[in-house]
């Protein structure tokens, strides 16, 4: 005779915000038990297009943003939206839920955002936080399988903090928190490691076509190379890994480099390699890089150069 499972069901969860990370929240969520009662966004017709997308049964109801007060009564409502609309959607449903006996807790996703952002839901009773997953999602199928496993920023009143570490854990993930008024701080760090790599990576490849690669020959070139670093940096400290032109004190290569550079054409590249060669003189000096020769490269990155 088969024991009954002591394993307590899964809160029922609706999603507000079908793009890439709401679709891949769902699809994540709902092979890990969770049911979605209802996914919404910004036209019926996206939401229909996600749940498809995510296999999710046919009950789950498709809404557009003007229809949420359908949505059903869940036991948490995550808000994937883009930050711009997370106050709207805040004060709008509290508006329409003030008057229900029904107390979600409502998790928002923004990094850049605390949970004061929900503020109105929080003054009509509602338990209200944020879960920021520290991964890049690209593509909704895919990062359903970036969320398992991944870093978790976490923050808000004790119940929605509970729900979110359950959430975190059910994915294989790791919570960790950070004061409430430093994610202002906290979402700039995540971009300069995340966006921000990709745009590096994308000047790095219009170098190399004005090298006479193609673009997409260019990409290739350097993505092994760019994986070979993350690997470095995550057995290491940034010191450490940091290799090439500043880490050994190449003072006549930087010279070389920042000649190739001055062109009209490059004059985006020549900035963001200045900047970023200070931060790796930094870096150097912590390796015990010669100060007269971190010195000297100081002055030249500090130098404006002559376009041509």
Not at 72 to 83: A, F, M, R
Not at 127 to 153: D, E, K, Q
Not at 227 to 241: F, G, I
């Amino acid at each position: 005779m088969t024991k009954p499972s002591s394993q307590k069901p899964k809160p029922t969860i609706s999603i507000i915000g079908a793009g890439r990370l709401g679709t891949a929240l769902a699809l994540a969520l709902a092979t890990r038990g969770y049911p979605i009662r209802a996914l919404a966004a910004r036209r019926q017709s996206h939401a229909r297009k996600a749940i498809a997308l995510s296999d999710l049964p046919s009950q789950t109801l498709a809404l557009g943003a003007d229809q949420l007060e359908q949505l059903p009564p869940s036991d948490l409502v995550l808000i994937t939206t883009p930050d711009d609309v997370i106050a709207d959607i805040a004060r709008n449903f509290a508006k329409l839920r003030r008057s229900t006996r029904h107390r979600a807790t409502f998790l928002h996703t923004s990094g850049a955002l605390s949970s004061a952002v929900l503020s109105p839901l929080a003054k009509a009773g509602f338990h209200t936080g944020s879960m920021h997953p520290l991964v890049s999602i690209s593509a909704a199928r895919a990062g359903a399988g970036a969320l398992r496993g991944a870093f978790y920023c976490v923050e808000g009143d004790g119940v929605a903090m509970r729900f979110a570490k359950i959430i975190v854990r059910d994915l294989n993930g790791t919570a960790f928190t950070i004061k409430p008024e430093s994610k202002a701080l906290y979402h700039p760090a995540a971009v300069m490691a995340s966006p921000h790599m990709v745009a590096l990576f994308d000047l790095a490849t219009e170098m190399l076509v004005y090298c006479g690669l193609k673009r997409k020959e260019a990409r290739n070139v350097l993505a092994p190379l760019v994986q070979s670093t993350v690997n470095n940096l995550t057995r290491t400290s940034p010191e450490r890994a940091l290799t090439g032109t500043f880490a050994r004190g190449d003072l006549a290569t930087v010279k070389r480099h920042l000649k190739a550079l001055s062109t009209k054409q490059l004059a985006e590249a020549l900035e963001v390699y200045k900047l970023l060669g200070l931060h790796s003189l930094q870096l150097a000096a912590k390796n015990n890089l010669d100060p007269k020769l971190a010195n000297q490269i100081g002055k030249l990155l500090h130098t404006k150069v002559t376009k041509k």
